[in-house]
């Protein structure tokens, strides 16, 4: 069977891949969660932080700044 074709995991399939994590991880599983949440967390601030617009605008006033800095002395 072609690994393409099996599709999104159903409730029974869920079911299982939540076992293999509760014995892999064990005890741990709320830290390795809260873990994951947190790196989410920080990775969204960093897409929002990354705006180009942004960016693009700091980065031309700062040119200016100098640019007329350098001229006024």
């Known amino acids: 069977m072609n690994i393409l074709f099996m599709g999104i995991?159903?409730?029974y399939e869920w079911f299982v891949i939540?076992?293999?994590a509760l014995l892999l991880f064990g005890k741990r599983l709320?830290?390795?969660a809260r873990?994951?949440?947190?790196?989410?967390t920080e990775f969204?601030?960093?897409?929002?932080?990354?705006?180009?617009d942004n960016?693009?605008?700091s980065?031309?006033?700062?040119?200016?700044e100098e640019v007329n800095g350098s001229t006024r002395t």
């Open 9 to 11: 995991p159903g409730g």
């Open 18 to 20: 939540l076992l293999v």
């Open 30 to 32: 709320p830290e390795v």
């Open 35 to 40: 873990s994951m949440g947190q790196s989410i």
């Open 44 to 52: 969204k601030k960093g897409i929002k932080g990354a705006d180009p």
């Open 55 to 57: 960016e693009i605008k």
């Open 59 to 64: 980065a031309i006033d700062e040119v200016k």
